[in-house]
């Protein structure tokens, strides 16, 4: 049995603890918290609730140890600190900043001769796995990433900032336009606001300018400013009733042409449907958890991402059920 631990019980930290229990080959030991322990009601009896500062007497105790915190402050620290210690799975997300997140969890890792894997999920993940397939296989043409429809939980965070918000969740959504026209095979250039809309659901405080709040929202910086945003003023109730799922998803298309003249056009095509983007990015994370654990038994060291893993090392299955069951 592979024993896992998970740093860090929010959404996505549940999420890993539902993926473990579905897992044959993993038993969680333990879940690290800033918080009181005593507060924090977990899914699975038997499991150690820890603070977070005691995480290092459980060296000997876990396999791989999953982090579940935030990409802005908890993961640059938190993951290269304890890839010293444990085969270590994040799932860091700040696209610009990886190179530099990659390193400092290298150098973690070879400390402790264990891997480091970041930037698992399904974007950064899945969907990187899918360009760089694409574009290796299609070397003439483009690659395109939709994401949505889906709850963007940074630009929710986002509304919910500004003043005069109560509470508030905004939609990622796909142009359909923008769609059809890249499955047509047609390579279009598209800007920022022609890929995607954002859809904003936001409950005001009473005595609000919701005035005021639609035009800061529509102005931010980073977040809107981009794209053609719309803001729904509604209740708290209807938030909480229409609202209150984590869905997510998206596409990677690989368009391209092949042929003396490039006369034929191909297109691949990757999609996602989630009910629940943490469940969904957690049972990713505790595949690669897996391989994490098989690869360090192997010898392997340091920090490594989703290229470097081959699919036999995710599987619950052995080499040669593969073989007769996939290939």
Same mark, same amino acid.
């Given at each position: 049995? /592979?024993?896992?631990?998970?740093?860090? $019980?929010?959404?996505? %930290?549940? #999420? =890993?603890?539902?993926?473990?229990k579905?897992?044959?080959d993993?038993?969680?030991?333990?879940?690290?918290?800033?918080?009181?322990?005593?507060?924090?009601?977990?899914?699975?009896?038997?499991?150690?609730?820890?603070?977070?500062?005691?995480?290092?007497?459980?060296?000997d105790?876990?396999?791989?140890?999953?982090?579940?915190?935030?990409?802005?402050?908890?993961?640059?620290?938190?993951?290269?600190?304890?890839?010293?210690?444990?085969?270590?799975?994040?799932?860091?997300?700040?696209?610009?900043?990886?190179?530099?997140?990659?390193?400092?969890?290298?150098?973690?890792?070879?400390?402790?001769?264990?891997?480091?894997?970041?930037?698992?999920?399904?974007?950064?993940?899945?969907?990187?796995?899918?360009?760089?397939?694409?574009?290796? /296989?299609?070397?003439?043409?483009?690659? $395109?990433t939709?994401? %949505?429809? #889906? =709850?963007?939980?940074?630009?929710?965070?986002?509304?919910?900032?500004?003043?005069?918000?109560?509470?508030?969740?905004?939609?990622?959504?796909?142009?359909?336009?923008?769609?059809?026209?890249?499955?047509?095979?047609?390579?279009?250039?598209?800007?920022?606001?022609?890929k995607?809309?954002?859809?904003?659901?936001?409950?005001?405080?009473?005595?609000?300018?919701?005035?005021?709040?639609?035009?800061?929202?529509?102005?931010?910086?980073?977040?809107?400013?981009?794209?053609?945003?719309?803001?729904?003023?509604?209740?708290?109730e209807?938030?909480?009733?229409?609202?209150?799922?984590?869905?997510?998803?998206?596409?990677?298309i690989?368009?391209?042409?092949?042929?003396?003249?490039?006369?034929?056009?191909?297109?691949?095509?990757?999609?996602?449907?989630?009910?629940?983007?943490?469940?969904?990015?957690?049972?990713?994370? =505790?595949?690669?958890?897996?391989?994490?654990?098989?690869?360090?038994?192997?010898?392997?060291?340091?920090?490594?991402?989703?290229?470097?893993?081959a699919?036999?090392?995710?599987?619950?299955?052995?080499?040669?059920e593969?073989?007769?069951?996939?290939?």
């Amino acid at each position: 049995m /592979i024993r896992i631990g998970i740093f860090g $019980y929010g959404n996505l %930290g549940r #999420g =890993v603890e539902c993926a473990v229990k579905q897992s044959k080959d993993m038993e969680l030991v333990a879940v690290f918290t800033r918080r009181d322990p005593k507060t924090v009601k977990i899914l699975s009896e038997g499991v150690d609730v820890c603070h977070a500062d005691d995480v290092l007497s459980f060296v000997d105790k876990i396999d791989v140890m999953i982090l579940c915190g935030g990409s802005a402050t908890d993961l640059p620290k938190q993951t290269p600190y304890l890839a010293e210690y444990f085969n270590v799975v994040d799932s860091f997300d700040t696209h610009a900043k990886i190179p530099e997140h990659f390193a400092n969890v290298d150098a973690g890792s070879r400390k402790s001769g264990k891997i480091g894997l970041i930037s698992v999920g399904w974007d950064p993940g899945m969907f990187s796995l899918n360009r760089a397939m694409g574009g290796s /296989i299609l070397v003439d043409g483009c690659d $395109y990433t939709f994401w %949505g429809k #889906g =709850v963007s939980q940074g630009h929710s965070d986002a509304i919910r900032r500004v003043e005069g918000v109560a509470d508030g969740k905004q939609y990622t959504v796909p142009v359909e336009r923008a769609l059809n026209e890249v499955r047509s095979g047609s390579n279009p250039t598209l800007t920022t606001r022609e890929k995607h809309t954002r859809e904003c659901y936001v409950v005001a405080e009473d005595g609000a300018d919701k005035a005021q709040i639609e035009k800061t929202i529509k102005e931010m910086p980073n977040y809107f400013s981009d794209y053609d945003t719309t803001v729904n003023f509604i209740s708290q109730e209807e938030l909480n009733e229409n609202h209150a799922g984590i869905p997510h998803g998206g596409f990677v298309i690989r368009s391209g042409k092949t042929g003396v003249n490039k006369e034929n056009t191909h297109i691949i095509e990757y999609s996602l449907k989630l009910d629940s983007n943490p469940e969904f990015t957690a049972s990713v994370i =505790v595949a690669y958890a897996r391989a994490a654990y098989r690869m360090n038994n192997e010898g392997m060291c340091g920090a490594m991402t989703v290229f470097d893993i081959a699919p036999k090392y995710i599987s619950p299955l052995t080499n040669e059920e593969m073989r007769a069951k996939l290939l």
